[in-house]
């Protein structure tokens, strides 16, 4: 048993001890989240996600996010068609948090983004720029891992700690992130192509700045193509992420189809499908009232740890609000 227990333990930092590793699955909603210049419609947005990992039973973490996404337009420009260039702002906050409390990561996100029309039907190209800080604290001592500085009755006065893991340790730092796309935003076919940049200033993740703990550049490529039918109003979409930082990668993919509720007006319902690339299958359902947009997702794991007989699943909420 305490064998599985460290197995689960060093399966849950490498995971996330690197955070600001948006890990849900809704690509269509999470795209500002890795490149700030995806902020492809005039209309302002509220994003929030809730994610529940647990590992056998045994360890789980919990991932929450919200943003708040809006173009600087006046309501006029909003509405009319190829109204020129403008500017979007954008505000998020996200948090990684075990329930042994062995890992608490957050972050706090501002971001900018500036799009030009590069051609008629709503065809643009687009830039933008994020700062983000981040924050981390590890605490395996909750987890009863590496505490050579304690005993049954508490802390040992004086013990010197041979804890390579920094129990109880936080570090905090700064990121810049940077990313361009072109998009298109007409009636019926909607689509955009993106490449970003995360962590461009290669920040240090240590309070010592060891060359060892400097923070390796994430490049991802973003792409989606959303089809609505001029008859019936349903929609087909395929949304794709893909990530690379040093010799890890972590790729999303999402296809989605959704039809209105004819006795319902403003109501429709929809299903899909996701994949982590060598991870997990995500199938997904979504409810839609008016601007409102409730999301279901599950993790069904795929990934090589079912081969030491540990089970993982997942389950995502989301909820998005367009005003």
């Known amino acids: 048993m ?5 197995l689960l333990c060093g399966i849950l930092l490498a995971g996330i001890a690197q955070a600001q590793e948006i890990n849900f ?15 492809t419609d005039k209309q302002s947005s509220i994003k929030l996600n809730y994610r529940n990992v647990q590992y056998g039973g045994i360890i789980a973490y919990n991932s929450i996010s919200a943003m708040v996404d ?35 990561n957050t972050l706090g996100l501002l971001g900018i983004s500036y799009a030009v029309p590069i051609g008629s039907n709503e ?7 994020q700062g983000v800080y981040y924050q981390s604290n590890l605490n395996v001592h909750g987890g009863s891992l590496f505490a050579d500085q304690y005993d049954k009755y508490g802390p040992v006065d004086g013990m010197a700690s041979a ?22 935003n007409s009636a019926f076919n909607k689509w ?3 490449a970003s940049v995360m962590h461009v200033n290669k920040p240090y993740t240590d309070k010592a700045k060891s060359k060892e703990f400097k923070l390796s550049q994430l490049v991802g490529i973003q792409g989606g193509y959303r089809f609505v039918t001029g008859q019936d109003d349903d929609e087909v979409g395929f949304y794709a992420s893909m990530n690379w930082q040093g010799r890890a990668y972590k790729h999303f993919f999402n296809g989605t189809y959704s039809t209105p509720i004819k006795k319902m007006p403003g109501t429709a319902v929809g299903a899909g499908l996701g ?5 997990a299958l995500v ?5 839609r009232y008016m601007k409102l947009i409730l999301g279901i997702s599950y993790d069904i794991n795929i990934s090589g740890i079912s081969a030491s007989g540990i089970k993982r699943n997942g389950l995502e909420l989301a909820v998005r609000l367009d005003f």
């Open 2 to 6: 305490k064998m599985i227990w460290f």
């Open 25 to 39: 699955s809704r690509v269509q909603d999470m795209a500002i989240w890795y490149n700030q210049s995806l902020k």
């Open 70 to 104: 809006m173009p600087l337009l006046s309501k006029a420009k909003k509405e009319a068609p190829n109204s020129g260039g403008y500017f979007s702002a954008s505000a998020g906050a996200a948090s990684d948090k075990s329930n042994q409390g062995i890992l608490n």
């Open 123 to 129: 065809t643009y190209a687009a830039i933008g720029f």
């Open 163 to 184: 804890d390579r893991m920094a129990a109880g340790w936080s570090y905090g730092y700064f990121n810049m992130n940077a990313g361009i796309s072109v998009f298109n």
């Open 192 to 194: 955009y192509l993106g």
């Open 275 to 279: 994949y982590r690339y060598e991870d």
């Open 283 to 287: 199938p997904n359902i979504e409810l």
